[in-house]
């Protein structure tokens, strides 16, 4: 089947959430809990007259030169459509001193859109993806301060460049993504500068806009949770085995310890798409039948094979089909963490039907205590089991 991709994910798996909303940095207070360092130096970053100021590190992250570059300062990329824009004031005088946006999954893997001392003042756009960086193109540009924007849409990313207070914006290059949107970042960056005469880079008016039209189609899927919450608060010391007492139950504990939450898939009608999903959480072992195993704890069609433990379900109305998350072979008095991730496909429209059936008001409590990390109420345990879904990329299959 011909695929391409049309909407890539953040978290930042450690995985962050996607901002929903235009978001406007405000550097004229202190930086807000969206934004993060690579490899923080407290002492060569500031905020000075509502400006950003990364001092250029005399270091590089280009093919294998990866030598601990500081202060890359990021912020979760959206799912779907989104473009982020920033202002940069940055004369380099040093052949390749650099700074600029930057889409950041790690030091080999990465997009640079920058102000750059090459063969003359440049404004540069790179890819590297597996220590492999590729110049994709480059145009001479006039000293001075320069707005920079990356366009980000169907798996692409275009730049475009212009002085600040300009209309018409200059065509750059256009390339894809480093990696999976959900596990990217965007921000500044500055690097490659002069250890003798360090040079500030300054910026201001960074927005990062989330696309309107074309944007994320399984928004509604992304972050959802099953829960089986336990009566009462977490015990100090908690009793191994089937302790807890569902508190979803409200009457008969055979018919009501159940939930379910329909969701709509976005996209366009007439379309498949592949969707790829991270579960995370921490469940007890349930057993299946008639379908097919796929990893661990992922299961095909098929049925419940026991009539006790806590059931986890995904039903699909177009394609038809259902999925089930904590399989295993053997039932029994255990709890344990999953982190998997499973591409699945989704018709355009169609519904989705997220379900858990404890089955007798009773389950495994989290005696383990464990916790997931990246993943609420971490770095508390919670008190029951919990199964959290992130969308991880969304695929449009021809």
Same mark, same amino acid.
């Not at 301060?145 to 475009?160: H, S, T, Y």
């Not at 709890?335 to 059936?357: N, Q």
């Given at each position: 089947?011909?695929?391409?991709?049309?909407?890539?994910?953040?978290?930042?798996?450690?995985?962050?959430?996607?901002?929903?909303?235009?978001?406007?940095?405000?550097?004229?207070?202190?930086?807000?809990?969206?934004?993060?360092?690579?490899?923080?130096?407290?002492?060569?970053?500031?905020?000075?007259?509502?400006?950003?100021?990364?001092?250029?590190?005399?270091?590089?992250?280009?093919?294998?030169?990866?030598?601990?570059?500081?202060?890359?300062?990021?912020?979760?990329?959206?799912?779907?459509?989104?473009?982020?824009?920033?202002?940069?004031?940055?004369?380099?005088?040093?052949?390749?001193?650099?700074?600029?946006?930057?889409?950041?999954?790690?030091?080999?893997?990465?997009?640079?859109?920058?102000?750059?001392?090459?063969?003359?003042?440049?404004?540069?756009?790179?890819?590297?993806?597996?220590?492999?960086?590729?110049?994709? /193109? /480059?145009?001479?540009?006039?000293?001075?301060?320069?707005?920079?924007?990356?366009?980000?849409?169907?798996? /692409?990313?275009?730049?475009?460049?212009?002085?600040?207070?300009?209309?018409?914006?200059?065509?750059?290059?256009?390339?894809?993504?480093?990696?999976?949107?959900?596990?990217?970042?965007?921000?500044?960056?500055?690097?490659?500068?002069?250890?003798?005469?360090?040079?500030?880079?300054?910026?201001?008016?960074?927005?990062?806009?989330?696309?309107?039209?074309?944007?994320?189609?399984?928004?509604?899927?992304?972050?959802?949770?099953?829960?089986?919450?336990?009566?009462?608060?977490?015990?100090?010391?908690?009793?191994?085995?089937?302790?807890?007492?569902?508190?979803?139950?409200?009457?008969?504990?055979?018919?009501?310890?159940?939930?379910?939450?329909?969701? /709509?898939?976005?996209?366009?009608?007439?379309?498949?798409?592949?969707?790829?999903?991270?579960?995370?959480?921490?469940?007890?072992?349930?057993?299946?039948?008639?379908?097919?195993?796929?990893?661990?704890?992922?299961?095909?069609?098929?049925?419940?094979?026991?009539?006790?433990?806590?059931?986890?379900?995904?039903?699909?109305?177009?394609?038809?089909?259902?999925?089930?998350?904590?399989?295993?072979?053997?039932?029994?008095?255990?709890?344990?963490?999953?982190?998997?991730?499973?591409?699945?496909?989704?018709?355009?429209?169609?519904?989705?039907?997220?379900?858990?059936?404890?089955?007798?008001?009773?389950?495994?409590?989290?005696?383990?205590?464990?916790?997931?990390?990246?993943?609420?109420?971490?770095?508390?345990?919670?008190?029951?089991?919990?199964?959290?879904?992130?969308?991880?990329?969304?695929?449009?299959?021809?």
């Amino acid at each position: 089947m011909k695929t391409h991709r049309l909407f890539v994910p953040a978290l930042l798996a450690t995985m962050m959430s996607a901002p929903a909303e235009d978001y406007v940095a405000d550097f004229g207070k202190p930086l807000d809990e969206g934004w993060s360092f690579v490899r923080e130096d407290k002492t060569e970053w500031r905020l000075r007259d509502g400006n950003l100021e990364l001092l250029a590190q005399p270091t590089n992250i280009w093919g294998t030169q990866n030598d601990g570059t500081e202060n890359f300062l990021l912020r979760a990329l959206p799912i779907g459509a989104s473009t982020v824009e920033v202002t940069l004031d940055f004369d380099p005088e040093k052949e390749y001193e650099q700074a600029g946006l930057m889409i950041y999954l790690d030091d080999d893997n990465y997009l640079k859109f920058d102000r750059e001392l090459y063969d003359g003042p440049s404004c540069t756009l790179v890819l590297e993806k597996d220590a492999k960086p590729n110049v994709v /193109k /480059k145009i001479p540009f006039r000293k001075g301060p320069l707005r920079l924007r990356l366009e980000i849409a169907d798996g /692409k990313v275009k730049g475009l460049v212009k002085a600040p207070g300009e209309e018409d914006w200059t065509q750059h290059g256009e390339t894809t993504l480093p990696g999976r949107a959900g596990e990217l970042r965007v921000g500044v960056f500055a690097l490659l500068g002069d250890a003798k005469a360090p040079r500030w880079a300054r910026f201001k008016d960074f927005v990062l806009r989330s696309g309107k039209e074309g944007g994320n189609p399984a928004a509604d899927l992304d972050g959802y949770r099953f829960e089986f919450p336990v009566v009462g608060e977490m015990p100090e010391n908690p009793k191994e085995g089937a302790d807890g007492d569902s508190a979803l139950v409200k009457g008969d504990p055979m018919t009501t310890d159940n939930f379910k939450a329909v969701k /709509k898939f976005g996209g366009e009608a007439g379309k498949r798409y592949k969707v790829t999903l991270r579960f995370r959480g921490v469940v007890e072992p349930m057993m299946y039948k008639g379908g097919t195993e796929d990893g661990d704890s992922f299961y095909i069609g098929g049925e419940p094979d026991n009539g006790t433990y806590n059931i986890y379900r995904i039903e699909i109305s177009a394609p038809e089909s259902h999925y089930f998350l904590n399989r295993e072979d053997m039932v029994g008095h255990r709890i344990f963490a999953i982190d998997y991730t499973k591409t699945i496909e989704i018709d355009g429209g169609a519904t989705v039907t997220l379900s858990g059936d404890g089955q007798n008001g009773r389950l495994i409590t989290n005696f383990k205590k464990l916790v997931v990390p990246g993943v609420a109420p971490a770095p508390k345990p919670f008190h029951g089991q919990f199964i959290q879904i992130d969308v991880m990329d969304v695929v449009e299959a021809e």
